[in-house]
C-alpha cells in the first residue's frame, strides 16, 4: 500500500511506497530528545502526545520519496550526534529520522507527515496499532500501562531483524536522504545545542 505524505502546510509532498504494518515497527519515543526536538520546532503541540511520545513508523530508504517541494527539506542534529532529523522548513513538521550513515537501511516516518486522511483511510487501517510506548523514563504525567521505561526486547529484536533483512536486501539505497556517490547526507546538518539550563 502506498501512503501519501504531506507536510503540515502541504508545500513539501511524497509517498511512502508498499508499507504494510508487518514490515515495519510502529511505536511511540518519549526521550529527551525527541521532547526537545519538537520543543526546537515549536510544534510540540502537534507532535507530541499526553505523554510526550512521538508516533512513528519504520520504513526503509528506499520507501520514501519526495514528489513535490524538496527544497523545503531540512536537516538538524541534537547536540552534535546521532540521529539525523529531518524536517519541513516551511512550516517545522518532522518528516524523518535517520541515523548519520547512509548504508543503514532505517527511516523512522513521525506521524506529522503521513497523511492518512489523504487517501480515506485511518493510521490504524494504514499501520495498525502502536507496538510498544518506548522511553517512558521521560514521559510526562501518569503513563499507560503498556509504556516501557525504555524499550521491550521483542521490539528491539523485530527493528534488528527488519534492518537484517532490509539490509540483507540492499535497501538502503537508493535513499532520498544521503548522495549515492558519496554516502553523505544532501543537506549538511544544522547542529542545535541545549541551551544550559539553570
Ligand atoms: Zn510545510
Ligand atoms: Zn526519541
Redesign the pocket.
Given at each position: 500500500m502506498d501512503i501519501p505524505l504531506k507536510?503540515?502546510?502541504?508545500?513539501?509532498r511524497g509517498v511512502a511506497r508498499d508499507i504494510r504494518p508487518s514490515g515495519g515497527n510502529r511505536l511511540t519515543c518519549m526521550c529527551d530528545t525527541c521532547q526537545a526536538y519538537a520543543h526546537h520546532l515549536g510544534r510540540a503541540d502537534t507532535i507530541l502526545d499526553l505523554y510526550g511520545g512521538t508516533d512513528i513508523f519504520q520504513m526503509t530508504p528506499r520507501q520514501l520519496t519526495f514528489t513535490e517541494s524538496i527544497e523545503?527539506l531540512r536537516c538538524l542534529q541534537l547536540e552534535g550526534r546521532g540521529v539525523l532529523r529531518w524536517y519541513?522548513g516551511?512550516?517545522n513538521?518532522p518528516v524523518a529520522n535517520t541515523v548519520s550513515s547512509a548504508r543503514v537501511p532505517f527511516v523512522g516516518v513521525p506521524h506529522t507527515f503521513m497523511d492518512h486522511a489523504g487517501h480515506g483511510r485511518t493510521r490504524e487501517e494504514d499501520l495498525g496499532p502502536i507496538l510498544a510506548r518506548t522511553m517512558g523514563e521521560y514521559g510526562i504525567g501518569e503513563l499507560p500501562a503498556d509504556a516501557y521505561y525504555s524499550a521491550p526486547m521483542r521490539i528491539m529484536l523485530r527493528s534488528l531483524w527488519l534492518l537484517f533483512l532490509a539490509w540483507l536486501k540492499g535497501q538502503h539505497q537508493p535513499s532520498p536522504f544521503f548522495d549515492a556517490d558519496t554516502g553523505k547526507p544532501i543537506l549538511e546538518p544544522e547542529l542545535v545545542y541545549k541551551e544550559k539550563q539553570i
Open positions: 507536510c503540515h502546510c502541504g508545500l513539501l523545503h519541513a516551511c512550516c513538521t
